[in-house]
């Protein structure tokens, strides 16, 4: 995996602009918190107060009040932090509680044991694709599951599949805002290409990473999407590029497609609301489509 455009995108994107009503010390606090990665999972005074352009009295300030609260803890010898057991305990409990997440990952193991390959579900996070769960490969020769970790939208087949889900001008919008770094030879870097990539997306239902987010690998993916918490999501099938036989990509993603399938109807069997663009049904109204 390319690690520097990992952890530069990570700091780049989790402290994000502010909005109208913010409660301006609860943002730095949140902000502190989002500086922890799996890049980065221990953290000195110095390096928070940099990254996030704080005073480190403020820092802290901050610290010492989340401290109290277990959702950071100090180390002992290297007085570094690191997230403490409240955080582990919240994002236990969010897991537990995603009802997308709840019915993906048994279709998620079933669709990587089908195909032998890694798979991996990933939601829109903070402007970023977050893997909230993945089953790797039992080949020897296979891509890891990064759960937990954070990709562009742009250059993974996760990530483009999210940016079908939106109309046109909000995609144009954030990735303007965003930009568009370029990790790889085949990496799309401007809209116009962007654009187009969406449109096949929208046309044929899945999205394709042609070793643009890392050499040797290539993926598909296919987009949810829960009608009733608004959340959007994808699955992928990653796949290293020496053992990609032709025509299997296209294999893959009707693999993909039907596990999505499954997922929707299991969902709303249970009246969770997961929808799946297999026919295009979820894709945002024309009117936005630019």
């Keep these: 995996m390319v690690k520097a455009h990992l952890s530069g995108c990570s700091e780049r994107l989790n402290v994000r602009k502010s909005t109208a009503n913010e409660v301006l010390s609860v943002r730095k606090a949140l902000d502190l918190l989002g500086a922890f990665s799996f890049e980065n999972p221990i953290l000195s005074l110095s390096e928070l107060s940099r990254r996030l352009k704080l005073p480190k009295s403020t820092?802290?300030?901050?610290?010492?009040?989340?401290?109290?609260?277990?959702?950071?803890?100090?180390?002992?010898?290297?007085?570094?932090?690191?997230?403490?057991?409240?955080?582990?305990?919240?994002?236990?409990?969010?897991?537990?509680?995603?009802?997308?997440?709840?019915?993906?990952?048994?279709?998620?193991?079933?669709?990587?044991?089908?195909?032998?390959?890694?798979?991996?579900?990933?939601?829109?996070?903070?402007?970023?694709?977050?893997?909230?769960?993945?089953?790797?490969?039992?080949?020897?020769?296979?891509?890891?599951a990064d759960v937990g970790r954070r990709w562009p939208l742009h250059s993974s087949s996760l990530g483009k599949a999210m940016l079908a889900v939106l109309g046109l001008p909000e995609a144009k919008q954030l990735l303007e805002r965003l930009g568009m770094a370029r990790y790889t030879d085949a990496t799309v870097t401007t809209w116009e290409q962007m654009e187009l990539e969406i449109q096949a997306i929208r046309t044929r239902g899945y999205a394709l990473d042609l070793e643009e987010n890392e050499p040797g690998v290539r993926c598909v993916a296919v987009p949810l999407a829960s009608e009733i918490t608004g959340e959007i999501a994808a699955i992928s099938i990653s796949v290293p590029t020496v053992r990609l036989e032709r025509n299997r990509l296209e294999n893959l993603a009707k693999q993909a497609l039907m596990a999505a399938r499954r997922i929707a109807a299991q969902s709303r069997a249970l009246s969770s609301g997961v929808d799946v663009f297999a026919q295009n049904s979820l894709f945002r109204s024309s009117e936005n489509r630019g």
């Design 59 to 144: 820092a802290h300030n901050l610290l010492r009040t989340m401290e109290s609260f277990d959702l950071v803890r100090q180390e002992f010898q290297s007085r570094s932090y690191r997230l403490g057991p409240r955080a582990m305990e919240l994002g236990l409990l969010a897991a537990r509680s995603d009802g997308m997440l709840a019915h993906a990952r048994p279709m998620v193991r079933r669709l990587s044991e089908e195909t032998h390959e890694t798979v991996k579900l990933g939601v829109l996070s903070n402007e970023q694709v977050l893997i909230l769960t993945g089953f790797e490969s039992s080949q020897h020769l296979h891509t890891r």
